[in-house]
């Protein structure tokens, strides 16, 4: 039973960022599952959320009208696009879920990281200028 991160690698800066969160052993589709990252000497900070609706949350300003979240349910993946991609994006991506299954996304990033019962492995990103 396991997350999986995949579409990482290197972006050029202006491009687009395409990342996809599968899981192996149970279904995504049953769990609110949000997508995080992490700078070097940085804290992991939520990106966005996507519930079990298809109602989606957004926690980082700087990524406000540059990023999508959707659920692929043919591909039983959480995606997450990041357009415009600047060197700032630049991070180890996680993604994750909220427990209990169908518990929807909170509406604070604090309040997120306390309801996160299992992570992917991270999938490193690099931004070139």
């Known amino acids: 039973v396991r997350l999986v991160e995949s579409g990482g690698g290197l972006v050029q800066a202006g491009g687009s960022l395409r990342l996809a969160c599968a899981a192996e052993?149970?279904?995504?589709?049953?769990?609110?599952t949000g997508w995080f990252r992490q700078k070097p000497g940085k804290e992991r900070e939520a990106v966005s959320c996507m519930s079990t609706t298809d109602f989606s949350t957004e926690y980082v300003d700087s990524v406000k009208g540059r990023v999508t979240i959707s659920r692929d349910y043919a591909k039983k993946t959480v995606n997450l696009n990041i357009e415009n991609v600047k060197p700032e994006d630049a991070a180890v991506y996680y993604c994750?879920?909220?427990?209990?299954?169908?518990?929807?996304?909170?509406?604070?990033?604090?309040?997120?990281?306390?309801?996160?019962?299992?992570w992917g492995q991270g999938i490193q990103v690099t931004v070139s200028s």
């Open positions: 994750a879920t909220v427990m209990p299954r169908g518990r929807p996304c909170p509406s604070q990033e604090s309040q997120l990281l306390q309801v996160i019962g299992r």
């Open positions: 052993g149970f279904n995504l589709d049953d769990y609110a």
